[in-house]
């Protein structure tokens, strides 16, 4: 089955400075790459998402970039704020019926 | 409108005891997901369905059955609750695309075992 490492596990950054969070994965047929942001005590929600067809994607603060040659995906945040303070969660997918989370990204904003 | 609920929210129960975990989405959408987040925050799937049929189970104990009695709902019972069964359970939605599509993710129902 698919297996998602992301790294690093916690990461605490100035605010105003970026923040970059890696992932790699197995499966090499896995075609859709969504980012979650968890607040605390709070819901996964989709921040941005990537499909295997591009390299890159852009949303404001946020962008995504995926290498399926070398099989990994980032997420970068710029200008980071107070609010971007959470659990963030790679995952990667083959088919449309089961998301694999990488283990998860604890950004700490320091104001 | 909450576009994906679970109840309870909370749920404290002692070891051996059965429970439940409802869910519902008023999205339309056609597929429907359990997931266990344990204390380290590490999100798994347990189950997703389809149409009301289960396609993935991911190798979950027997203990836990899903039940789907529409598309709009997927229910979750713990038979013979364990210590370990202590986390917190998200329902998911999506409607399913090629290439992939958002899950809506219900508020989480957080599960003691005493």
Redesign the interface.
Known sequence: GENVEQHPSTLSVQEGDSAVIKCTYSDSASNYFPWYKQELGKRPQLIIDIRSNVGEKKDQRIAVTLNKTAKHFSLHITETQPEDSAVYFCAASRNDYKLSFGAGTTVTVRA | DTAVSQTPKYLVTQMGNDKSIKCEQNLGHD?MYWYKQDS??????MF?Y?NKEL??N?TVPNRFSPKSPDKAHLNLHINSLELGDSAVY?CAS?Q????????F????TRLTVL
Not at chain 2, 96 to 103: I, K, R, T
Not at chain 2, 105 to 108: S, T
């Open positions: 597929t380290k925050k590490f999100l798994k799937i997703s389809n396609i993935i991911e998200f999506s399913v695309v090629a290439g992939g599509s958002e899950q993710f219900g508020p989480g």
